[in-house]
């Protein structure tokens, strides 16, 4: 089992910043990372 394993982010951000957020978390996901994002 890795060391994340169980672990998440959760991404909050502003309205105007949607767009950075959603590559963010598209980066974060590209690495394995878990990403708790409101637009899915």
Do not use: T
């Not at 982010?9 to 590209?30: G, H, N, T, W």
């Amino acid at each position: 089992m890795s060391e994340s394993a169980g672990k998440a982010v959760f991404l909050s951000y502003a309205s105007q910043d949607a767009a950075a957020a959603k590559r963010i978390c598209e980066a974060l996901r590209a690495a394995g990372v878990e990403v708790w994002f409101d637009q899915n």
